[in-house]
């Protein structure tokens, strides 16, 4: 079955008992039982609810993974899968990681022995360099945030393999229907849902899909043990998302696409950082890995200061300054001070992360209007 397909009709069988074609909004916390264990594959709605159910395998689907667990945040999806790890292990990941995903890793895993190392994996010599007998899992985020830099993610997983080290991608940026890290040979892959996956800034929500029967298992296991759990009217609301994903997808590439090369133009803009510019230094893997260059774009002003980047940013009308990205609506934010802001400054010039730099998440609008609503913001400059 193919992608556009797959979105709407996976997982999503009419209701038995009505009919109703949309999946019911299970709300509930019991099933009732006709004598002791004999149930209909539902007992307690922290280990098993059927609009979860249904949402899981349609995002297997998807991930073209076998299975697929939910999960009330992306973060908690993450904290998941890091506790299938050990005191001493060592987690080995992308250096412009997300900041919420650095948090949790070097504040809350890190007073458990979980070790993270960062490390920039468009070089993957410096990759195969930095596994060591205690890594035991390789954490990559591509398109990476800010800087939309792209990883390799079949070369990663070819070096891991020799290793013996497990590989997890965070498809947030991408969605499912830009790549599928699993046909790349990663072991498991998350999202938080909240972004592209749901698409409708109305949802906080998280996902890990995996063809790894163990993993799936002990994740299973961990959730019911731990009980991240989303309700299942957040479920309800991201099945609802995922049927126009590839509709959002295609027209918010595309709009991001028009918006870097009119950027790129514009001379009160120094530098554009997007995948699908062919002298994007990854371009040629993007343009291998993902079906288009997704919705993301970052730029820095000729005038690097603060003071005109929050001219910009408080400037724009359609564009609405918030945090967060992926939903239909276009946000404009500002990584140093918001989703950055926790990352000593002299670690954020390092990647080129400036006190000016701006981040669009390129929504699903007239992109003329879109264009209009730049120019008038950049002109305050
Ligand atoms: C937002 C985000 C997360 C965290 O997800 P929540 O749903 O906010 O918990 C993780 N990774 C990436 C890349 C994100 O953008």
């Known amino acids: ?10 997982g999503v069988k009419p209701d038995p008992s009505t ?17 002791p264990g004999v149930h209909q594959g539902f007992e307690y709605a922290r280990t098993q609810n059927p609009t ?26 993450m904290d998941a899968i890091l506790k299938l790890y050990h005191p001493g292990d060592e987690v080995l990941c992308t250096n412009d990681l997300y900041g919420g995903s650095y948090r949790l890793l070097t504040k809350i895993f890190s007073q458990f022995g979980l070790v993270g190392k ?26 990476t945030n800010p800087m939309l830099s792209i990883i390799d993610i079949r070369a990663v997983c070819d070096i891991a393999k020799e290793a013996g080290v497990k590989v997890c991608v965070d498809n947030t940026f991408s969605s499912p229907y830009l790549q599928t890290p699993l046909t790349l040979g990663a072991d498991i892959v998350t999202h938080s849902a909240t972004k592209y996956i749901n698409g409708h800034s109305d949802v906080i929500h998280g996902v890990v899909i995996t063809d ?3 993993i799936s298992d002990q994740l299973r296991f961990i959730q019911n043990a731990a009980g991240a759990v989303p309700g299942p009217m957040d479920c309800f609301l991201v099945l609802r998302g995922i049927k126009t994903l590839h509709l959002r997808m295609e027209r918010s590439c595309d709009n991001a696409a028009t918006i ?3 950027l790129r133009s514009h001379k009160k803009v120094s530098k554009v950082y997007y995948p699908g510019l062919e002298d994007h230094p990854n371009h040629a893997v993007a343009k291998r890995q993902m079906k288009k260059f997704g919705g993301m774009v970052s730029f820095d002003l000729v005038d690097n200061t603060l003071t005109s980047a929050t001219s910009v ?5 359609l564009f609405s300054l918030a ?44 992109v003329e209007d879109l264009i209009q609503d730049l120019d008038q913001a950049l002109s305050l400059v």
């Not at 079955?1 to 996976?10: D, E, L, P, Y």
């Open 19 to 35: 009919g109703a074609i949309m999946t019911p909004i299970y709300q509930t916390s019991t099933y009732v039982q006709s004598a």
């Open 118 to 143: 960062f490390v920039d994996m468009s070089d993957t010599e410096i990759l195969a360099q930095s596994i060591t007998p205690n890594t035991k899992l390789i954490w990559i985020e591509t398109p």
């Open 323 to 366: 945090e967060s990205l992926g939903g239909v609506e276009s946000l404009i934010g500002h990584p140093a001070s918001m989703t950055h802001a926790a990352i000593p400054k002299a670690e954020r010039l390092k990647v080129g992360l400036t006190d000016s730099l701006i981040r669009l998440s390129v929504g699903v609008e007239d």
């Open 52 to 77: 979860r159910s249904a949402l899981e395998e349609n995002l297997a689907a998807l991930e073209n993974g076998r299975h697929a667990i939910c999960y009330a945040s992306g973060l908690a999806a």
């Open 212 to 214: 790894d029967d163990e």
């Open 1 to 10: 079955m193919k992608f556009a397909t797959k979105v709407i009709h996976v």
């Open 260 to 262: 870097a090369a009119y």
């Open 313 to 317: 940013l408080s400037n724009t009308q």
